[in-house]
């Protein structure tokens, strides 16, 4: 976001470089000598195209899944989520089981299931 990479924006306004949140890039296509990006606005689903220069797309990392399945068959819980203590917004239940010596619970949130920002990794922690 804005307040994480200050420096990093103010270089990249300074170069002339048109920033567009919130908004999916639906296709990129040639006419003639020109690159033509086709957004579209993900609240609204209006498209606009843009003669542009060059696409530049953030789409996020892959999920990194492998410590949740070495650490899967050895937790008290088998790295289940209480699906129905979840919607409720209860505590999971493994949790009212002692933990420590070796016992751990294992939920596979954040970067162990997609890719997150930061807010969206903890929001999802939180829900446990």
Do not use: C
Not at 44 to 54: H, I, S
Not at 63 to 82: A, F, I, M, V
Request: glycine share 8%; aromatic share 10%.
């Amino acid at each position: 976001g804005g307040t994480t990479f200050p420096i990093f924006y103010r270089r990249m306004y300074a170069q002339g470089v048109i920033l567009t949140p919130n908004h999916w890039l639906d296709k990129v296509y040639r006419e003639g000598d020109k690159l033509i990006a086709v957004l579209r606005n993900e609240y609204t689903d209006v498209q606009e195209e843009r003669v542009v220069d060059q696409v530049v797309v953030e789409n996020g990392i892959r999920p990194n899944e492998s410590l949740y399945w070495q650490l899967k068959e050895r937790s008290l819980n088998h790295g289940q989520t209480d699906i129905d203590a979840l919607y409720a917004s209860q505590p999971q239940p493994v949790l009212s089981q002692p933990l420590g010596a070796g016992k751990f619970a294992l939920f596979r949130i954040g970067d162990g299931v997609s890719m997150h920002n930061i807010h969206g990794a903890i929001y999802d922690a939180l829900r446990l």
